[in-house]
């Protein structure tokens, strides 16, 4: 079966804590994209990466570290200079290369992370 | 940047009609793309539009106008399963989208 998997789905972390979110897809996507999601607010893109060995800072990047070794893989890091880590953090892929004009991204099953 | 808006709630009966509004101010449009999210789970891909007009897939329906900066979710026959919050997003020369708050549908019996 393609898709993005996260994981853990919950995770609790400690404040002064840094903590790493996992992503994997196997659907051979290039592009892939993190995203933190607070209720009663939209989707805030925090870093995207279009190619292997380079990432692009979002909208909402201070306090988050990522790497894109492996075009598989698109490990989040949530520093402890993030001043309020506690959301759903969703990760997305999607192709550029597909014929499609559409190029719609796919999203994981999040993680929600709890830090006290 | 992009400045996407849509209402927060609204409430039908099945089997009825609802329609969502999403209004856009962008600094470069490519595309607008509908997701339904339901709570606590992955944004899943409704629809998208690139030129104006509707596009119609089945009991869903997305309209755009550019030149309106203006686009609509049409969500027929409603069915109980689809309370849920639809996203708007646009997307950029970059592509990379920005997502509105969301329009949370409840669907009554």
């Known amino acids: 079966d393609g898709g993005i998997t996260q994981s853990p789905k919950y995770l609790f972390r400690k404040e002064g804590q840094n903590v790493t979110l996992s992503c994997e897809q196997n659907?051979?996507?290039?592009?892939m994209y993190w995203y933190r999601q607070d209720p009663g607010q939209g989707l805030r893109l925090i870093y995207y990466?279009?190619?292997?060995?380079?990432?692009q800072k979002g909208d909402i990047a201070e306090g988050y570290s990522v790497s894109r070794e492996k075009k598989e893989s698109f490990p989040l890091t949530v520093t402890s200079a993030q001043k309020n880590p506690t959301a759903f953090y969703l990760c997305?892929?999607?192709?550029?290369?597909?014929?499609?004009?559409?190029?719609?991204?796919?999203f994981g099953p999040g993680t929600r992370l709890t830090v006290t | 940047g992009q400045n996407i808006d849509q209402p927060t709630e609204m409430t039908a009966t099945e089997g009825a009609i609802v329609q969502i509004n999403c209004t856009y101010q962008?600094?470069?449009?490519?595309?607008l793309f509908w997701y339904q999210q339901h709570a606590g789970e992955a944004p899943t891909f409704l629809s998208y539009?690139?030129?104006?007009g509707l596009e119609e897939k089945g009991r869903f329906s997305s309209f755009l106008s550019r030149s309106k900066g203006y686009s609509y979710l049409l969500l027929k026959e409603l069915q109980m399963k689809d309370s849920a919050s639809y996203l708007c997003?646009?997307?950029?020369?970059?592509?990379?989208?920005?997502f509105g708050a969301g329009t949370t549908v409840t669907v009554r019996a």
């Open positions: 962008t600094s470069g449009f490519n595309g």
């Open positions: 539009n690139v030129l104006d």
């Open positions: 997003a646009v997307r950029d020369l970059d592509y990379k989208l920005s």
């Open positions: 659907l051979n996507h290039d592009a």
């Open positions: 997305a892929s999607s192709s550029q290369t597909s014929g499609s004009s559409s190029y719609e991204q796919y």
């Open positions: 990466s279009q190619i292997v060995n380079d990432f």
